[in-house]
């Protein structure tokens, strides 16, 4: 069965950090670029974050830059989300997603594979 996996949501308070992990099972990530997107309560889903398969290339959303770092290991078949500095705003479910090999667009049907989602919730 082939399925993408978050991990490593949780509560924080603002400017706290989290690192997501998105772990895949039944096919190996090192195939694909992998985008990270957040839905907050009332809005569409986002593109945050983009990593091509090459991993020379890494895209972020104006919102996260200079916050958020992207990275991937192979070897453990997981890419990660570091999460600094995080704000209210940056309350929502985070999904990973994998798809294509270059991170020219978030545009969602690019994707083929999506994680269930993890919560993250920065709040005091």
């Known amino acids: 069965q082939l399925q993408l996996v978050e991990s490593g949501g949780g509560l924080v308070q603002p400017g706290g950090s989290l690192r997501l992990s998105c772990a895949a099972s039944?096919?190996?990530?090192?195939?694909?670029?992998i985008g990270w997107f957040r839905q907050a309560p009332g809005k569409e889903r986002e593109g945050v974050s983009c990593?091509?398969?090459?991993?020379?290339?890494?895209k972020y959303a104006d919102s996260v830059k200079g916050r958020f770092t992207i990275s991937r290991d192979n070897a453990k078949n997981t890419v990660y989300l570091q999460m600094n500095s995080l704000k209210p705003e940056d309350t929502a479910i985070y999904y990973c997603?994998?798809?294509?090999?270059?991170?020219?667009?978030?545009?969602?049907?690019?994707?083929?594979?999506w994680g269930q989602g993890t919560q993250v919730t920065v709040s005091s």
């Open positions: 990593i091509s398969r090459s991993g020379s290339t890494t």
């Open positions: 039944g096919f190996t990530l090192d195939s694909y670029a």
């Open positions: 997603a994998a798809g294509g090999v270059s991170c020219l667009t978030y545009a969602e049907r690019n994707y083929g594979y």
